[in-house]
Structures are given as C-alpha cells and as structure tokens.
C-alpha cells in the first residue's frame, strides 16, 4: 500500500481536544502508520470559510504599529484570535494584513466561520 492510499484510508471519527477559542476546535485527527509501523496522528486539514459579502462584516482600517494580536485583543478580547482576522480575509501571509498603513480589512463577524 503506498503512502498516499494509507493517508487516504486513515480517516478517523475522533476530533482534536483543542480550547473552544482554537482555529483548531472540533477539526477532524487522521491516523497514518509509518514505514516502522508507527501510528502518526495529526489534525487534519482546514479550510478556510468562505469570507461574507461585502457590508456583511465590519471593516477597520490599519493604522501604523497595528498587529494581528492587538486587533484579536481590541476586536475578540483574546490576542490569540487573530486568526479571524486572518481567515476573514483568506490571506495566505497574515502579517501582510498590517504591513500597510491606511489598507481596509475585514473582521470576522463570529465562530460560524471556524
């Protein structure tokens, strides 16, 4: 069996035990055994909600010296939200979201979108 198929056939029922607040949260574990017959177990991956229709969310513009952690922190109450911020926006750098002074994003509007 190669490797591709055995990833293919390592579906599992089980979800991550990660926070509720986690991008993570409720995502799905794969199993896969190695070539030493060792079970690696991982999460399996995420894909990114599909961002709301434009005036469905609220926008912000970043001014100079924002981060993705003080936006989670001032927006979410929680620095480690940022990753709504993120999703949001379907960027694939987070950081180039506040590199540029003035650029106008979006907020996610709550966990429907995890």
Do not use: C, K
């Not at 991008?23 to 794969?30: D, I, K, P």
């Amino acid at each position: 069996m190669t490797d591709l198929t055995r990833f293919l056939l390592s579906n599992t029922e089980e979800t991550a035990d990660f926070p509720a607040t986690s991008r993570y949260a409720g995502a799905a574990l794969n199993v896969i055994t190695d070539n030493t017959g060792r079970e690696q177990v991982f999460v399996r991956r995420r894909f990114l909600p599909q961002p709301a229709s434009a005036g469905e969310v609220p926008v912000l513009m970043v001014r100079e010296g924002d981060r993705l952690d003080l936006l989670g922190a001032a927006y979410y109450a929680d620095p480690s939200q940022w990753w709504r911020i993120a999703d949001a926006n379907l960027v694939h750098y987070p950081g180039d979201l506040v590199a540029e002074p003035g650029r106008h994003i979006a907020l996610s509007t709550g966990r429907e979108d995890v």
